[in-house]
């Protein structure tokens, strides 16, 4: 099981977001079989069997075993990842485009941005599991409290200068066998848990 999966396909990304298939997907982070999810849950077998099988035509449940017990054999089902993220590829027509209207200080164009970083990482993420390889990545997430809005432009100001001069001593547009890679800052207010539950 892995821990986070990207939902790209549109048929996917409909089913998990029932609310009934996704609280079997909550529910089968540990393995299960219909019958157990049905008392879990409180429907009857056959519903939870028909909503397992949705959500194993689009790949977020996976066979674990299958028991005989007399004349029945009872399927077993686990979750593929503890959690899912829906990427903007499920929308295509409707997708962000940071490209669209950059601003850096428009909390919308940063959406655009996360979108596409999401899209992109998942793309990567599903490539790499087909070539059986790993994703080179590195991401860096901390929290800072700014006395005042001044401090705060002047910390963009200055985190701008530094990560313009490392882009500039690292950056090789001609190096053979080089691979482009993204840089993607976000610097926004932090949410208490508190405050998204209202």
Do not use: C
């Amino acid at each position: 099981m892995h821990d986070v999966a990207v939902i790209d396909d549109p048929g996917a990304a409909e089913v998990a977001l029932d609310p009934v298939r996704a609280r079997l997907l909550a529910e089968l982070a540990e393995p299960g079989s219909a019958t157990t999810l049905a008392r879990q849950v409180g429907l009857t077998r056959q519903k939870v069997n028909y909503h397992l099988r949705a959500l194993e035509r689009h790949g977020l449940v996976e066979l674990v075993e299958e028991r005989r017990k007399g004349n029945v054999t009872e399927r077993v089902l686990r979750a593929t990842a503890a959690s899912y993220v829906i990427s903007p590829n499920a929308l295509a027509a409707v997708e962000p485009d940071p490209g669209r209207s950059p601003d850096p200080l428009s909390a919308r164009w940063l959406l655009a941005v996360a979108a596409r970083l999401v899209r992109d990482v998942g793309d990567l993420i599903t490539g790499a599991g087909k070539a059986r390889k790993e994703v080179a990545t590195f991401a860096l997430d901390g929290e800072i409290r700014f006395a005042s809005a001044a401090d705060r432009a002047a910390f963009a100001e200055e985190l701008t200068g530094a990560v313009t001069s490392l882009v500039a001593k690292y950056h090789d547009e001609t190096a053979a066998g080089g691979r482009a890679h993204r840089v993607v800052i976000a610097v926004h207010p932090t949410v208490q848990r508190a405050e998204r539950e209202r």
